[in-house]
């Protein structure tokens, strides 16, 4: 780890209630998709690593689920890593979707948040008008947080990045080169292609089921020209598993295709993917089962 005293870093958690677009800041920040994103609640299920190296200044943002009233195992998995992410961080990035507005859980978020190293981003400023997103600042002055600590943006468009991006870099304390400057994140691949293929099912598929979608990657190989993944969607009901096959084959046949060109994007190199389906009942509340796939404890950074 290089270190020379004029380096700054640190590591910024990107907390907030679910689908207010964490993720989607997280990507636009390290200019790459590394975290899934979907128009449902509740995407993100573990904490995601991002990289952003700017000369002598490195940012370690950590995306985590969105905060909600969890009614699974699962759930309460990601409630914790939420919190746990924002131990010992250096700035604690507290997102609102403007269109959504200051609701009740934002309230009770936040008044778990230290005001110390807090910055507020009010997101998806490109639905709605300037007076709704100050009435936003209004009731965040309420809860002493003043103009200076509160950033308007729009994660998807890209609009106030850069301004967000300067407030975190000043409040950035002296500190190591964590990783080398060409990083965006340290999850593994075989984390991030089981993630692309549930955003795939979040995508095509409705209602309860993608919530109900684990994945597991059995196997990857290389050779020199291909890189095969193969993998297994688990899911709750054998009605689930009808769904998710489709007609003849044809609704994993779409997400298997659609994730294939999303890791054909990371590896930068042509994939082979073979994706079967399985049933676990009620997986979510399985301890077994959530330890397979990773939604554990231990495995939180
Ligand atoms: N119009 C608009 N849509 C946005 C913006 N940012 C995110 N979105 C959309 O909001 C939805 C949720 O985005 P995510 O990034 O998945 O939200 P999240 O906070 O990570 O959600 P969870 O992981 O479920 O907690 C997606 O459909 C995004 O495209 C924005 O600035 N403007
Ligand atoms: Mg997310």
Redesign the pocket.
């Known amino acids: 780890m290089e270190y020379s005293g004029s380096f700054k870093s640190g590591f910024i958690s990107i907390l ?10 997280l990507n636009s920040f390290v200019g790459q998709k590394i ?10 299920r573990n904490k995601i690593i991002g990289v952003l190296t700017r000369g002598d200044r490195q940012m370690i943002f950590i ?1 985590t ?2 905060i909600h009233d969890p009614r699974t195992k699962l759930g309460e998995y990601m409630v914790d890593a939420a919190y746990s992410a924002n131990r010992d961080v250096d700035v604690t990035l507290f ?1 609102i979707d403007s ?1 959504a507005g200051f609701g009740e859980r934002d309230q009770e978020i936040l008044s778990k948040l230290s005001k110390s190293y807090l910055l507020v981003a009010v ?5 709605v008008s300037r007076e709704d997103v100050e009435k936003i600042h209004g009731r965040l002055h309420g809860f002493s947080i003043d103009e200076e600590h509160i950033v308007d ?5 890209g609009t106030g990045i850069y301004d967000l991006e300067n407030r975190i870099m000043e409040m950035l304390p002296e500190g190591p080169k964590y990783y080398p400057e060409d990083t965006v994140t340290d999850m593994p691949e075989k984390f991030i292609c089981a993630e692309f293929i549930r955003e795939k099912a979040l995508y095509f598929l409705r209602d309860e089921i993608p919530h109900g979608i684990g994945i597991e990657i059995e196997k990857v190989t290389e050779t020199d020209e291909l890189i095969s993944v193969y993998a297994v969607i688990i899911c709750e009901k054998s009605s689930h598993k009808g769904i998710i096959i489709g007609r003849n084959g044809s609704m994993l046949k779409r997400i298997a295709s659609e994730s294939r060109k999303d890791m054909e994007m990371l590896f930068g190199t042509k994939v082979y993917l073979e994706v079967f389906v399985k049933v676990k009942d009620d997986w979510r509340n399985s301890n077994f089962m959530l330890k397979e796939l990773g939604y554990r404890k231990e495995d939180n950074i």
Not at 35 to 44: H, P, R
């Open positions: 907030g209630s679910p689908n207010v677009g964490k993720s989607t800041l975290s899934i994103v979907s128009n449902k609640a509740q995407t993100t995306d689920p969105g997102m269109k997101n998806k400023t490109d639905l943006i729009s994660a998807l468009y």
